[in-house]
């Protein structure tokens, strides 16, 4: 999860009540995330009755291929603005924890102007099974630099 205080397809962004299952089927701490940008493919809804969370869904199988720029494209035009916003939290999710959410976070953290290192660093804190890499952290890269935001 990203937050403001620790930054120093065809995407669909809702209020998270509009679509999906309930909210109690969430843990309490991601009760308290403010956005979410879901990864999954198929849509994955979530927290159907919470009228404060917003939400993108632009989701992409998670095979191995590359990941387009506008796949980035969508995630950092809703992040980023989200996460210019006072007390904000931004939650990246995909199905395993490892590759398209993890990947989100770390094109999100470096388009704020945190370096590789000190992305993937957050990220493994956050998430330790990424230890062993995150699948997609290249064609964020790729993304982020195509894009103009480093």
């Known amino acids: 999860m990203l937050t403001r205080s620790e930054s120093a397809g065809d995407g669909k962004a809702a209020r998270a009540g509009e679509r999906g299952a309930a909210v109690e089927d969430v843990s309490p701490s991601l009760r ?3 956005h ?3 990864c999954t493919s198929p849509d994955a809804p979530l927290l159907a009755s919470h009228p404060n969370i917003l939400y993108l869904w632009n989701g992409v199988p998670d095979d191995g291929q590359p990941k387009p720029i506008e796949w980035f494209q969508k995630r950092l035009a809703f992040g980023l603005p989200a996460l210019a916003q006072p007390k904000t939290k931004l939650y990246c999710r995909c199905a395993s924890g490892m590759n398209r959410g993890p990947s989100t976070a770390h094109a999100i953290l470096i388009a704020l ?3 590789h290192y000190e992305a993937r660093a957050m990220i493994v804190v956050h998430r330790l099974k990424t230890i062993i890499g995150v699948r997609y952290a290249d064609d964020a890269e790729y993304a982020i630099t195509v894009l103009g935001y480093v």
Request: charged residues 0%; neutral net charge; proline residues 0%.
């Open 36 to 38: 979410w940008i879901v």
């Open 32 to 34: 308290l995330t403010s």
């Open 113 to 115: 102007g945190l370096s």
